[in-house]
């Protein structure tokens, strides 16, 4: 019997801790292996409520202070929203932008760099003009959403990975940026500040098909900066994620920013960029005083 206790506390810590209904799932459970009769369930569902409520009221007392919130981005056409695990992006992917930075894009591949989940900031928000910057460029990107695990996956099967697609902008203070690339440091400062990921809703695959090309743009007040066509990119869709999951496992609720054309520029306080790609739809952000 206490085994037995240990063994559903387990059970529903478990299910309390992944979210997933907490009451059906045991009981179905207990039903089942138990093939109890109808009034020792009823007697079992009792026992389970209240123990339930007694797991939630020690992990909630577990931790030092509130988890902080799952950050979400909203689905086109859907209730649900997708919960964002982390952000990968791509650095110098079209061959104008590489030579726009001073590279050369046959010399220097694209390569990866990181910004934390909580970044995001969805359609329609202000963007706080960031602290320690006087250089905030825009960079218009097709965004990838992982839907399921893998790594060391081929780019013929790549595909099959990917869950949505949408329009970003990976904001970036440059000057910190160039800082960093000057002295061989990391571009943490100059990418991963809060509210850098600008992001629209996500586009699933089986409402859009696959991107792989048409038009990519963006405009500061209507004025417009950045246009190219998504085939233009030096490692396409697939070849992204085959790389980048030789060098970490990806994960259901990862977001691949592929990187962006030439035209990146300066924004100002009260500016608003607004980008689109074809097939998908649209990403306006105003960036407001510091
Ligand atoms: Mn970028």
Redesign the pocket.
């Known amino acids: 019997m206490e085994v037995l206790v240990t063994q559903r506390v387990k059970y529903l810590q478990a299910t309390v801790s992944h979210g997933v209904t907490p009451v059906v799932i045991p009981c179905l459970a207990i039903f089942s292996h138990h093939k109890c009769s109808a009034k020792k369930f009823k007697k079992w569902f009792i026992s389970d409520i209240i123990l339930i409520i007694v797991v939630h009221y020690m992990e909630v007392n577990m931790l030092l202070f509130d988890a902080p919130p799952v950050t979400v981005v909203p689905i086109a056409n859907s209730d649900k929203e997708f919960p964002v695990h982390r952000i990968y992006?791509?650095?110098r992917?079209y061959a104008e932008h590489a030579r726009e930075m001073g590279k050369d894009p046959d010399r220097d591949p694209p390569f990866f760099f990181c910004k934390p989940a909580d970044a995001i900031v969805l359609d329609g928000e202000p963007v706080p003009y960031p602290p320690r910057t006087e250089n905030l460029h825009h960079?218009i990107?097709l965004v990838v959403a992982i839907g399921r695990e893998g790594h060391d996956i081929a780019s013929e099967n790549a595909e099959s990975y990917i869950y949505a697609y949408a329009v970003g902008n990976?904001i970036?203070r440059r000057d910190l940026q160039l800082d960093s690339r000057a002295t061989g440091r990391p571009w943490d400062t100059g990418?991963a500040f809060d509210r850098s990921a600008a992001i629209s809703c996500l586009y699933p695959v089986d409402q859009v098909g696959h991107i792989r090309t048409g038009e990519i743009e963006l405009s500061v007040d209507g004025e417009p900066r950045q246009k190219a066509d998504i085939s233009h990119l030096i490692w396409s869709v697939p070849e992204i994620i085959a790389e980048l999951s030789t060098l970490f496992t990806l994960k259901p609720g990862d977001l691949i920013?592929t990187?962006?054309p030439a035209g990146?520029g300066k924004v100002e306080p009260g500016q608003t960029m607004s980008g689109s790609i074809a097939g998908l739809g649209t990403l306006t952000n105003t960036v407001t005083m510091r």
């Open positions: 992006c791509v650095g992917n960079e990107e990976d970036t990418k920013y990187g962006t990146v």
